[in-house]
């Protein structure tokens, strides 16, 4: 076995629904009183046990990114990356103390080995032709290393690397103190921390206490610092689009529909995000530990920000406001979709920014991603199941303006949806070709990316909805055919006619009569999806 294997990879009916999606945004607000602050450069082990692999046994005390001081990108860095030991301390079995002499000074070797991901090689027997981890009777008689302890390379250009720190027990003591110190880092790269001990004597230790990661600019792990940047960049370019869209929204505030306070609250609820991740990064950077109020208010803001985009989408998909005035009998159905993503979204995000370093496994995490997946595919089927009926119904009705305006938006949201895809499938390839996180210093894209394609489709509608002096050519008005110009139907006034009839004044009954009967046809039509839908 090679050494790199011991790394591991109605209006009631709609106001309680909104008033339930209220109480349960509250409720999730309100239940950061009863959650303990969880750390992330600061890496903390409560009662954590030993894992057999091959001869030895070992337990993974955290990985991170860590920069050197030249690689620091501000001048005003004065102190190298480090990690330090923190009450680290080691329990073991009664039964395994009470086996040793008490006279002795030395019982049981615990050793804290640091190494950087390229280094991995260099742990165990490998360059020896051995599978063992720890150091063998043969090995140790050949001179290659000493019995009861890790095989450790280490090149002649660089014999410290990589690092080692032995811990005794002593007598029949069940306790052994790690002497806290603090272990410079002067070459940029993934750096992984193992405890390990070769005694099977020692089988049932337990480790507690913590270790600090620092770099030269703060706490903030390598492969998040990034992210720090890019939020600060990303809520001053939500800002300055809130500032175009509310400009536009108060030079044309007469002719403001409905559907436009619904992208007011996107945009709201993306400036909001931004800043909140901006300062939850800061604040971790400078502590080391994620401030529980900033984190949770974030965590949320995100999932009620990714519900109501794609509830804002839905909507538009059904020509609301456009082709119909009210969702008619889909709205339950609409807003219940709707909460579930928000909790299905809210419980992945807790997990991803909540969880301590090995609270959550892989398969637990699973669980929690398929729902979100599945629900996304529903939300993209329905969009375009949608898009296809409204486009269908604009072209009946001969609206010119409004099917242009829905062929566009329809083209746009397949590129989006494409590159989603895309996106999707790099990402499944990063992770499974880099399980070890070599590539940490780019990670940081993978998040960035969707903040990015959801900015960029917000900005395509804002763009094709954007408040005007004509509303009318997206606005819902009661169409009555071709004999009326649809762009001169006025938003509050209904039928109310302004262009005159290009027929002869003998025709006109008769006009009239057939353009009332198509329009109840038409109300019956979009009464019928109604109840079907």
Known sequence: MKSRSILFLSKK?????????VGVIVYILLWNSSIIQTSASIHVYKNEAFTPRSNSFFFHGGSEGLYSLHHSKTSSS????????????FARTKESADKQNEMQSRTGLIEAIILEVK???????????????CCTPELAHDGSCKLGEVIIHNPPDHPEWPKRIQTFFAGRNQEAKMIPQSIEINSTGMYYLYFMFCDPQLKGTIINGRTVWRNPEGYLPGKMAPLLTFYGIASLVYLMLGLIWFIRFVKFWKDIIQLHYHITAVIALGMCETALWYFEYANLNSTGSRPMGITLWAVTVTAVKKTVSRLLLLVVAMGYGVVRPTLGGV??????LGVVYFVASEALELVDHLGNINDFTAKTKLYLVLPVVFLDAWFILWIFSSLSKTLEKLQTRRSMAKLELYRKFTNYLAVFVLLSIAWIGYELYFNASDPLNELWRIAWIIPAFWTLLAFSLLVVICVLWAPSRNPTRYAYSEEAGDEFDEEAISLTSGLKVVGERKEKKGSASAASTTTTTDHVILLREDAEEDKQE
């Open 119 to 133: 280094d991995r090689e260099r742990i165990g027997g490998t360059s020896l032709k051995s599978d063992a981890i």
């Open 331 to 336: 709205t339950s159905k609409v807003l219940l």
């Open 13 to 21: 009916g709609k106001g309680e629904w909104l008033g339930f999606i």
């Open 78 to 89: 004065s102190s190298s990356s480090f990690i330090r030991f923190d009450s680290v301390h």
